[in-house]
T-cell receptor, first 110, second 114 residues
């Protein structure tokens, strides 16, 4: 079983839509949860970082962690064409090992 | 603060050759991790170095090796290149500590093996 599972998509939405991206993880010991955005031919850039459970909001982005279900989500409100990218979820424990999902490809159509 | 710098950005090699990739972490970061990214497999963890010591290792053959210098800069070497080694190689740095341990990525080195 992989540590993190992520639906690869691709996901295509019209501009202004709410986007929901999701991952599940296997080990309840994971405490750090991250979302990265990767544009074509670039390295991943950190978008959101959450410790333990709960929600975190940053502008149009909201990260949600449900540790009871081992489920993490990223919501994008009022999606823009510039949000078109691949989104990677990542989990980590205090052992300094990071595990990444395979990424979800998102296209926002103007 | 400068980000993670990887050189070179692009490389073309032929089968059987070897290659060395370089990574300069964010100033103050002591942990450097290397990943291989391919369309089918996503991000695959190669290894992590912390204070010049390999601390974690992924499931890659011994042809893949690395090292870290006293200034935290890291190099990754791949010997006897195979066609399947064509990928984007990403380096990520972090403070390596227990708390607030977030990885920041470089732009990557795109390796093509012909």
């Amino acid at each position: 079983q992989k540590e993190v599972e992520q639906d690869p998509g691709p996901l295509s939405v019209p501009e202004g839509a709410i986007v929901s991206l999701n991952c599940t993880y296997s080990n309840s010991a994971f405490q750090y949860f991250m979302w990265y955005r990767q544009y074509s031919r670039k390295g991943p850039e950190l978008l959101m970082y959450t410790y333990s459970s709960g929600n975190k909001e940053d502008g149009r982005f909201t990260a949600q962690v449900d540790k009871s279900s081992k489920y993490i989500s990223l919501f994008i409100r009022d999606s823009q064409p510039s949000d078109s990218a691949t989104y990677l979820c990542a989990v980590s424990n205090t052992g300094n090992q990071f595990y990444f999902g395979t990424g979800t490809s998102l296209t926002v159509i103007p | 603060k400068a980000g993670v710098t990887q050189t070179p950005r692009y490389l073309i090699k032929t089968r059987g050759q070897q290659v060395t990739l370089s990574c300069s972490p964010i100033s103050g970061h002591r942990s450097v991790s290397w990943y291989q990214q391919t369309p089918g497999q996503g991000l695959q963890f190669l290894f992590e170095y912390f204070s010049e010591t390999q601390r974690n290792k992924g499931n890659f053959p011994g042809r893949f090796s690395g090292r870290q210098f006293s200034n935290s800069r890291s190099e990754m070497n791949v010997s006897t290149l195979e066609l399947g080694d064509s990928a984007l190689y990403l380096c990520a740095s972090s403070n390596g500590g227990v708390r607030q341990n977030i990885q920041y990525f470089g732009a990557g080195t795109r390796l093509s093996v012909l």
